[in-house]
């Protein structure tokens, strides 16, 4: 995990939420077009560095609930990296979840998750 090693949580404050949710989303994106080509490795890289950036907004955000929220939502998203398995579903379900979490991430749903919903 090469990428975000060296991002401070002083750096990382400087990104307002909605900047943070996305550049987690733009993660989970280069995650859902590593499913669809079955890379594994890779796969477990991008987890690895999504988990990296909602810890990072998780310690630099003081609001409680959205900071309880992002760690349950951290949860789904560490059952993906280690399960030895890919799950495409579960994938969608969690990416979708994160980009609900603001307005301006919620917009981009119909561009990088077309169609409808994954069924829970």
């Not at 949580?9 to 995650?31: G, K, Y």
Request: glycine share 2%.
């Amino acid at each position: 995990m090469t990428q975000y090693t060296d991002l401070s949580p002083e750096r990382w404050s400087q990104f307002d939420l909605d900047q943070q949710v996305l550049l987690i989303a733009n993660e989970m994106n280069r995650a859902t077009r590593l499913i669809r080509r079955d890379v594994r490795a890779s796969l477990q890289r991008v987890y690895e560095r999504v988990l990296r950036l909602v810890d990072l907004t998780v310690i630099t955000n003081a609001r409680r609930g959205l900071r309880r929220e992002l760690l349950r939502w951290r949860d789904l998203v560490a059952e993906l990296y280690v399960s030895p398995d890919t799950d495409a579903l579960a994938h969608a379900r969690a990416f979708r979840c994160l980009l609900q979490l603001t307005p301006a991430a919620s917009r981009q749903i119909p561009h990088v998750m077309p169609g409808p919903p994954p069924s829970f």
